[in-house]
């Protein structure tokens, strides 16, 4: 089965940067549209930013000039660079294709505090 591994979260504080990584499987990871999400406690999961296969990318509203996603498919990752950072970006987050989600993988945890 597919599998959805996410990295790079870390406690930082307000302003700073974080830089993380969603590897997946299979051979047709190039032609998915990936996204990452987020989930703080007691919250929905929402939806972040997404780069299809073409390398379009979409942002939400409340990351825009902040974070930048991107792709490498020769190593069947997805990127998401955070700057900027907020503590109201205190969250879990998580990677998945868009449409058909796969299983979700654990998250990465990323704390912004003082």
């Known amino acids: 089965q597919v599998q959805l591994v996410e990295s790079g979260g870390d406690l930082v504080q307000p302003g700073g940067s974080l830089r993380l990584s969603c590897v997946g499987s299979?051979?047709?990871?190039?032609?998915?549209?990936m996204a990452w999400y987020r989930q703080a406690p007691g919250k929905q999961r929402e939806w972040v930013a997404q780069?299809?296969?073409?390398?379009?990318?979409d942002y939400a509203e409340f990351v825009k000039g902040r974070f930048t996603i991107s792709r490498d498919n020769a190593k069947n990752t997805v990127y998401l660079q955070m700057n900027s950072l907020k503590s109201e970006d205190t969250a879990v987050y998580y990677c998945n294709k868009v449409g058909y989600p796969l299983d979700w993988g654990r998250g990465t945890q990323v704390t912004v505090s003082s």
């Open positions: 299979g051979s047709r990871f190039s032609a998915y549209t």
């Open positions: 780069v299809n296969k073409r390398e379009n990318t």
